[in-house]
């Protein structure tokens, strides 16, 4: 399994932001994927989860501002971010279902909120 997370950036509060996650090694298109994010001296904390036909579930402090998506012909899965906030300032990772809840293999992607 390999996951190359990519996106990240510093944006004002408000913005938006597009994080991409490459995956190979397994059959990503049969996977169940989520994103999840470690916050500055806290814990791994689940954001959203995309079956393989698409269909999806949030977290309550992100739903209806972020959206996940997948490119199974690019093995490539999305979160797209909008109204950012402060709170949401974090390293995001991928992850297959089957490794949810242990250390992230990607070297994840820094997203910064501040003005």
């Known amino acids: 399994v390999q996951l190359a997370e990519s996106g990240g950036g510093l944006v004002q509060p408000g913005g938006s932001l597009r994080l991409s996650c490459a995956a190979s090694g397994f059959p990503f298109s049969y996977v169940i994927m989520n994103w999840v994010r470690q916050a500055p001296g806290k814990g791994l904390e689940w954001v959203s989860r995309i079956s393989p036909g698409g269909t999806t579930y949030y977290a309550d402090y992100v739903k209806g501002r972020f959206t996940i998506s997948r490119d199974n012909a690019r093995n490539t899965l999305y979160l797209q971010m909008n109204n950012l906030q402060a709170e949401d300032t974090a390293v995001y990772y991928c992850?297959?279902?089957?490794?949810?809840?242990?250390?992230?293999r990607g070297q994840g992607t820094q997203v910064r909120v501040s003005s």
């Open positions: 992850a297959t279902q089957g490794e949810l809840g242990r250390p992230p």
